[in-house]
């Protein structure tokens, strides 16, 4: 062997090798030494339930699309849609996805005319009635629905309160709402609970409105 060459065991494939020096060269070749390294774990299949009741619910009947499945498992959506295809549930149509968007947006209507608010929504509604202002509350715009709306000035405010809106998924759902709503115009103000009294958050939203013509 040529003068400065060492031979050695490749530690991992236990290939005989000879390289020049520094002599503590571990591995035949920059593959076995990235073979060797650990990796942390990747999402992968394995982590999607083989549950055809649950995806059946969660994609056809609930209507979740790819990518909220993938967020609720942390995985990749191509690989929900390899999941899916598996357990045979059959990809949504247009016809479908139509319908679906269309419950939803029906059920937005109806959450806004039951008016089931929270105490602190009430708190906060009854505070600007008696100071002149009259939003809508529960205000359904799509599939959504604004805590307290004003719709003639595209103006509205969350009111996050509760442990709800703490989980993961909740503030995911929060965050997707307030992109889809500022894509159409809107200006969303969260105003959370946690951090304010009901009487707070009536003068955050009446500081706000101060300039705009709202009677």
Same mark, same amino acid.
């Given at each position: 062997?040529?003068? +400065? ?15 020049? &020096? ?20 990747? =999402? ?16 056809? %009947?609930? @209507?979740?699309? @790819? ?12 690989? %929900?849609?390899? %999941? ?16 679906? &968007? ?53 103006? +509205?405010?969350?009111?996050?309160? @509760? ?42 939203? &009446? ?5 705009? =013509?709202?009677?």
């Amino acid at each position: 062997m040529p003068s +400065g060459f060492r031979e050695r065991a490749c530690e991992r494939c236990g290939k005989m090798f000879g390289k020049r &020096m520094p002599a503590d060269q571990r591995f035949c070749s920059n593959v076995c030494a990235s073979r060797a390294r650990p990796h942390p774990r990747r =999402p992968n299949r394995q982590r999607v339930p083989r549950d055809y009741a649950l995806l059946h619910r969660l994609y056809l %009947v609930e @209507g979740k699309g @790819g990518p909220t499945i993938a967020r609720m498992f942390g995985v990749a959506p191509i690989t %929900v849609r390899r %999941v899916l295809a598996e357990l045979g549930i059959e990809r949504r149509s247009i016809g479908q996805s139509n319908r679906t &968007m269309a419950s939803r947006v029906t059920r937005a209507e109806t959450t806004q005319r039951q008016q089931r608010l929270s105490l602190h929504e009430r708190e906060v509604l009854s505070i600007l009635e008696a100071h002149g202002y009259h939003p809508i509350a529960l205000y359904a715009l799509g599939a959504y629905n604004v805590d307290i709306a004003f719709p003639e000035h595209y103006l +509205g405010f969350e009111i996050t309160n @509760g442990g709800w809106h703490r989980t993961s998924r909740k503030r995911e759902q929060d965050i997707a709402k307030c992109n889809r709503l500022t894509a159409q115009g809107w200006t969303i103000i969260d105003l959370n609970h946690q951090r304010m009294s009901s009487a707070d958050a009536a003068t955050q939203i &009446m500081s706000t409105l101060q300039e705009l =013509p709202i009677t």
